[in-house]
């Protein structure tokens, strides 16, 4: 039930672009993606909820193909401040049922 | 902005000994998580909680574990017998009333050490 993510990490220069994705093998209600620094909680990047729909904020967005069952976090001209666990969180069940998240994607910029 | 706020930032026992973990949710969220995170490894689910009751529990979640919301405010995680392997960074999450675009709010954690 645990949704898979690649890949596991990434090493970029300051404005590279990275693309993280995350496949479900289960119908998914939602995709939420989550930055976590070291020592820190989950940060809310943002939520996907219908099939085909790709949202954005600042040099990153992502998209959500309902059909098949992914989704993918594009990070483009990567900041420094960019660094750290990427987790794709999926919501099968509908609103409330719990979040189950990946492995995480550890990326990290250099400058 | 409305913080879930989480008790004490830090806590160590020794194998054996109950520990109570607590949060605050933020005021009109309606559901609850408790999720756990060994270090270095992935965020895993516990239990959540909706309406006073457990709504669904992982395979963690043995009779070690309970959840309450006593006062109605305060969600807490009891662990009655910790042993070694409960070392981890405890997360409350908590979610507002069905809307979209509505994440989990998570709390700066509990990171609990057993000796």
């Known amino acids: 039930q645990q949704p898979v993510q690649s890949p596991q990490a990434v090493i970029l220069r300051e404005g590279e672009d990275a693309v993280i994705n995350c496949s479900s093998s289960?119908?998914?209600?939602?995709v939420h993606w989550y930055r976590q620094k070291h020592g820190e909680a989950p940060v809310f990047l943002m939520i996907?909820?219908?099939?085909?729909e790709q949202k954005g904020h600042d040099k990153i967005s992502a998209s959500f193909n309902e059909k098949k069952q992914q989704s993918s976090l594009y990070l483009t001209a990567s900041q420094l401040s960019y660094s750290g666990t990427y987790f794709c969180?999926?919501?099968?069940?509908?609103?409330?049922?719990?979040?189950?998240f990946g492995a995480g994607t550890i990326l990290r910029v250099k400058s | 902005e409305p913080e879930v706020t989480q008790t004490p930032s830090h806590q160590v026992t020794q194998m054996g000994q109950e520990v109570i973990l607590r949060c605050v949710p933020i005021?009109?969220?309606?559901?609850f998580y408790w999720y756990r995170q060994i270090l270095g490894q992935k965020v895993e689910f516990l239990v959540s909680?909706?309406?006073?009751?457990?709504?669904?529990k992982s395979e963690i979640f043995d009779d070690q574990f309970s959840v309450e919301r006593p006062d109605g405010s305060n969600f807490t995680l009891k662990i009655r017998s910790t042993k070694l392997e409960d070392s981890a960074m405890y997360f409350c999450a908590t979610q507002p009333p069905r809307g979209d675009n509505s994440p989990l709010h998570f709390g700066n954690g509990t990171r609990l050490t057993v000796t």
């Open positions: 996907l909820l219908k099939g085909g």
């Open positions: 289960k119908a998914l209600y939602s």
């Open positions: 909680f909706y309406n006073n009751e457990i709504s669904e």
């Open positions: 005021s009109n969220h309606l559901y």
């Open positions: 969180g999926t919501e099968i069940g509908g609103y409330g049922n719990k979040l189950v």
